[in-house]
């Protein structure tokens, strides 16, 4: 089974924090995706990668940046935190050509 | 710009029940996929449907594509309590870059 592992269930930070998400995956997808996941708003994507050094910018990108140095590894990085980042962030991997999206379980991170 | 809306937003059923979960969307799509989502965990992928007129089956849910009419529906038959979670539609932009856009969700409540 396709294992996607994000680092922390529960992240508390403080405005202006630089906060870093980390995302690891262990089947080999070429494709990964944070998304942010808000009541009423179903999920919208933050960033996306095709390929290691890769990034494409999704719906929402402001105020985040992503990392994708190794293949298996996809890294969120909010620069300064502000508390309207509260949210549930979702990453995901997928094969290419339409494979179906793998999600972790999730990092429910609160801006103070 | 894709929008995905699902309908009903919550939906509450009995045990034994039929109902429809309906997903529209605004731009051509072929590949157009459903996840479920139980409380506190993260997306699960229930079916890909690629093609009009697709329609997969998986125990007592049901799900069809309408390319033409831009419309899913996931039809739930003798509703049992288990089955009680949100389901997401989301739709591939068509741009062939993976990039998936949801529907805000369908929390679906199972009574006994």
């Known amino acids: 089974d396709v294992k996607v592992t994000q680092s922390s269930r529960y992240l508390v930070k403080r405005t202006g924090e630089k906060v870093f998400l980390e995302c690891v995956q262990d089947?080999?997808?070429?494709?990964m995706f944070w998304y942010r996941q808000d009541p009423g708003l179903g999920l919208r994507l933050i960033y996306f990668?095709?390929?290691?050094?890769?990034?494409e910018k999704g719906d929402i990108p402001e105020g985040y940046s992503v990392s994708r140095e190794k293949k298996e590894r996809f890294s969120l990085i909010l620069e300064s935190a502000s508390t309207n980042q509260t949210s549930m962030y979702l990453c995901?991997?997928?094969?290419?050509?339409?494979?179906?999206?793998?999600f972790g379980d999730g990092t429910r991170l609160s801006i103070l | 710009e894709l929008k995905v809306e699902q309908n009903p937003l919550f939906l509450s059923m009995q045990e034994g029940k039929n109902y429809t979960i309906y997903c529209n969307y605004s731009?051509?799509?072929?590949?157009l996929y459903w996840y479920r989502q139980d409380p506190g965990k993260s997306l699960e992928s229930l079916f890909v449907?690629?093609?009009?007129?697709a329609v997969k089956q998986e125990g007592r849910l049901m799900a069809s594509l309408d390319t033409k009419a831009r419309l899913s529906t996931l039809h739930i038959t003798a509703a049992v309590h288990d089955l009680s979670a949100t389901y997401f539609c989301?739709?591939?932009?068509?741009?062939?870059?993976?990039?998936?856009?949801f529907g805000t969700g369908t929390r679906l409540t199972i009574i006994p």
């Open positions: 449907l690629l093609s009009n007129g």
């Open positions: 089947m080999d997808h070429e494709n």
């Open positions: 995901a991997s997928s094969l290419p050509y339409g494979q179906p999206q793998h």
């Open positions: 990668s095709y390929d290691v050094k890769m990034k």
């Open positions: 989301a739709v591939d932009s068509n741009f062939g870059n993976e990039k998936l856009t």
């Open positions: 731009t051509t799509s072929d590949r």
